[in-house]
């Protein structure tokens, strides 16, 4: 499936790098060495189709193609890009699993994924904190197809074991979520699925390989809007599904159906934005650490929530299980909706604008922008507060970013 499969010994492959450091991992896992014209980068395969020289070729290639055969050749871009494929390969080294598959979006990754591996009958179990659209699939849509799903608090590992039933094929889940930054105990949703049968789906588009490896506590499959930290730059949009050879080639079966594949061009940046994914997470690490520190410390400041934070309610965990805390963060400005948006309107730096994990900072006040079609009520029954701030910071100087919180923050108390 992937590049490495259809090569021969002497180029680069996943177990080369098995052993090797992130950045490493980042730079050359997957990248074959013998490229066209020796170029040092990958080239953009820009191709809807691939050219075979006589019918004769194209039995051949079917033949082989039938029996499982692994080999250099592609049909027809629907079905396999050598450009999409050497960066999925970079992401499966990245998280340390067998293989992964690349979409035209995150969201394209989770349906295409979900629709693969449930049918009418089955049931799943979700954590009540996901993202709004992917809880809208597994809620409203799934269940016009006979699928019906259970929400579960998140953190109440008993309510989650007590909602696996007979039908139960997979628990889906999210960590960091969006905007409480709650962390899940991987390796305890890992054991219950074990222990009942169930496979398991996790989205950590927040956390990064570089914070969190699931498949190392036992999690089947990962899921990435790799729009976000693995693209790095706000510049394309793009999924991932991460895991063992006999589930994604289900799913690959299903993307070949659904067509939801990834351009070329967009692989190509992807790929790009992947080789510095280790330095900008680690610089959001610490950045995010120290910008929640002088958040906590600030009298028109409320409440912060950052799992590198001991107030966090996930604290512990976060620090058993990740290696960093990454760069978002949420906190209540002492404000109602109004001043709130003031405080964010004052700021210099970021964009206000949704997504993040690309390089430059971004905020949002949730209450006005992803929940601002419900209700004050609405919002308050599932937790959004008026005074909601999620900053997502970008590669920029810790300092520049607390000097821009001050001046902003001063006409907030
Ligand atoms: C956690 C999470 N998963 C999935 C998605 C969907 O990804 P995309 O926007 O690339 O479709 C998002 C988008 O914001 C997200 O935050």
Not at 307 to 314: E, K, Q, V
Not at 332 to 344: H, W
Request: aromatic content about 8%; glycine content about 8%; hydrophobic content about 40%.
């Amino acid at each position: 499936m992937t590049l490495s499969k259809v090569m021969t010994p002497e180029t680069q492959s996943l177990i080369r790098f098995q052993t090797a450091g992130d950045s490493t991992r980042a730079v050359h896992a997957g990248a074959r060495r013998d490229k066209p014209f020796h170029a040092l980068i990958d080239p953009i395969v820009q191709t809807a189709t691939y050219a075979f020289d006589s019918l004769e070729d194209i039995q051949d290639f079917l033949e082989r193609h039938e029996a499982g055969e692994k080999f250099d050749r592609y049909e027809y871009g629907r079905y396999g890009n050598p450009t999409v494929e050497a960066v999925a390969e970079r992401i499966a080294a990245l998280e340390g699993a067998d293989d992964a598959l690349l979409f035209s979006s995150g969201m394209a990754a989770v349906t295409t994924t979900l629709l693969a591996l449930l049918g009418a009958g089955a049931h799943l179990v979700i954590t009540d904190d996901i993202y709004r659209r992917t809880r809208e699939f597994t809620n409203d849509f799934l269940k016009r197809y006979g699928v019906t799903c259970s929400v579960v608090p998140m953190g109440d590992y008993d309510a989650l074991e007590a909602a696996i039933g007979p039908e139960t094929r997979i628990i889906l889940s999210e960590t960091p979520t969006n905007p409480y930054l709650r962390v899940l105990d991987v390796e305890r949703v890992a054991e219950i699925a074990h222990r009942r049968g169930v496979l398991t789906m996790l989205d950590t588009t927040f956390a990064t390989p570089i914070n969190l490896r699931p498949i190392e506590y036992g999690i089947d499959l990962v899921v990435h809007s790799a729009t976000k930290y693995l693209g790095g730059h706000h510049d394309l949009l793009a999924g991932a599904v991460v895991g063992r050879t006999d589930l994604l080639k289900k799913i690959e079966e299903n993307m070949a159906s659904m067509g939801a594949v990834l351009a070329p061009q967009n692989a190509y940046l992807l790929g790009r934005g992947l080789k510095s994914l280790a330095l900008r997470v680690r610089h959001q690490n610490a950045s995010g650490q120290q910008v929640a520190e002088y958040l906590e410390g600030h009298p028109a400041v409320e409440r912060v929530w950052y799992p590198g934070l001991a107030s966090h309610p996930d604290h512990a965990v976060a620090r058993t299980q990740m290696k960093g805390f990454g760069g978002v963060i949420s906190f209540n400005v002492r404000g109602d909706l109004e001043s709130t948006a003031r405080f964010i309107d004052r700021l210099q730096i970021p964009y206000t604008t949704p997504s993040l994990g690309g390089t430059e900072s971004l905020v949002v006040q949730p209450a006005l922008m992803s929940y601002h079609h419900l209700t004050a009520e609405e919002r308050a029954a599932i937790g959004i507060e008026d005074n909601l701030v999620r900053f997502a910071l970008g590669i920029e100087d810790p300092a520049d970013i607390i000097a821009d919180l001050e001046q902003a923050l001063a006409g907030v108390a």
